[in-house]
């Protein structure tokens, strides 16, 4: 099996998204992308991701998703999704999304079926990653730091997590410093 890992960008303030949700923030930064990017080589080794629902809902709102669905499919390929949610959403057509609800655990059972030897992605966002967390689920928090404040959002993870991260690899990537912890119990 593989491992659970929370894959995500943040401000050095702590946040994901702005306050509104947006992750415009995130793009007006210098990064690496296409084939050599830090994420396409994460990417390559993801079997299964778990979204929530805020985090689905900006990709299908502010990429268009829905009027083009083979963007999903340019970005993602085939594999299988989780949105956990509480509320109704539109899948994207052809692709393999399953919506769900309620405890992480059975679920990350599935994704894990799913993934095989793979790994499983938390996109997002915090709370999402952290519920994987309280369960005891997530194995690496993977940073990538961009040189931007906030002073408000959504916190890149509502949890205390005291003495349970170990850093094991720091990157610099243009402007972003790149930071994997280790999650122990």
Excluded at 14 to 25: F, H, M, P, R, T
Excluded at 26 to 34: E, P, Y
Excluded at 96 to 122: C, L, Q, T
């Amino acid at each position: 099996m593989g491992e659970t890992q929370y894959y995500t960008a943040t401000t050095i303030d702590g946040y994901i998204a702005d306050e509104n949700n947006s992750l415009d923030w995130l793009f007006q930064v210098d990064r690496t992308v296409g084939a050599e990017s830090g994420f396409d080589k994460f990417f390559a080794g993801v079997g299964a991701m778990a979204l929530g629902a805020t985090t689905y809902q900006w990709v299908l709102d502010h990429e268009g998703v829905l009027d083009e669905p083979s963007k999903w499919q340019d970005w993602y390929g085939t594999t299988p999704s989780w949105v956990f949610t509480h509320r109704s959403l539109p899948a994207v057509p052809g692709a393999d999304i399953r919506f769900v609800h309620g405890d992480v655990a059975p679920v990350h059972a599935a994704m894990a079926a799913a993934a095989g030897e793979r790994n499983i992605w938390i996109i997002g966002g915090g709370e999402l990653a952290g519920q994987f967390a309280d369960q005891g689920l997530l194995d690496q928090v993977l940073l990538g730091v961009a040189p931007v404040t906030l002073g408000a959002g959504a916190p890149v993870l509502p949890r205390r997590l005291i003495g349970r991260l170990t850093l094991v690899d720091v990157e610099q990537d243009k402007q972003f410093a790149n930071l994997t912890y280790n999650v122990g119990t």
